[in-house]
Antibody
């Protein structure tokens, strides 16, 4: 059973960089043709896809966030990471990591989510 | 960007009622449409993929249909544990989610 777990600071100051890591267990991040995504959800609002990385290392980002987002993968640690720069209060949200198959791009495994608050 | 709309934004129904949610894409996405259920404080759960395919382990009272720009999600007989917000998500291009439909018990 694949499991995903987000980790990182719960509080980030405005203008700084938000950094989160997703640790995958129950299977190798390199096995199979999956892509690994970050998705966020402000309190009381809907889901926003941030970006994804394939096990090959190629990435795609939400155009609205592209200038501030970097997603990377560390296959040796079975982890992938998110960096979001120049954060503002609008970036306060629960951040989820999730897995999807390119065939159907359905997010079949999710982390439990981690709340990141942007505040001084 | 492909925009997704959902209606209604919320609904209240009685246990046993048939519940229908619609999702519309701003352009043709074939059947590249998935449905999720999200309960408060929890991550979303995949229910339907490719517009009409039931994810393994999901009760058969959930179903989906549609193609092109118009899609429907149905709960054939609403149960108390179905109280949640439901989201559609397209993957014709980069993934985008609909705004969600909150389902309550009347």
């Amino acid at each position: 059973q694949v499991q995903l777990q987000e980790s990182g600071p719960g509080l980030v100051k405005p203008s700084q960089t938000l950094s989160l890591t997703c640790t995958v267990s129950g299977g190798s991040i390199s096995s199979g043709s999956y892509y690994w995504s970050w998705i966020r959800q402000p309190a009381g609002k809907g889901l926003e896809w941030i970006g994804r990385i394939y096990t090959s290392g190629s990435t795609n980002y939400n155009p609205s966030l592209k200038s501030r987002v970097t997603i990377s993968v560390d296959t040796s640690k079975n982890q992938f990471s998110l960096k979001l720069s120049s954060v503002t209060a609008a970036d306060t949200a629960v951040y989820y990591c999730a897995r999807a198959s390119p065939a159907v791009a359905a997010f079949d495994y999710w982390g439990q989510g981690t709340l990141v608050t942007v505040s001084s | 960007d492909i925009q997704m709309t959902q209606s209604p934004s919320s609904l209240s129904a009685s246990v046993g009622d048939r519940v229908t949610i619609t999702c519309q894409a701003s352009q043709d996405i074939s059947n590249y449409l998935n449905w999720y259920q999200q309960k408060p404080g929890k991550a979303p759960k995949l229910l339907i993929y490719d517009a009409s395919n039931l994810e393994t382990g999901v009760p058969s009272r959930f179903s989906g249909s549609g193609s092109g720009t118009d899609f429907t999600f149905t709960i054939s007989s609403l149960q108390p544990e179905d109280i949640a917000t439901y989201y559609c998500q397209q993957y014709d291009n980069l993934p985008t989610f609909g705004p969600g439909t909150k389902v309550d018990i009347k």
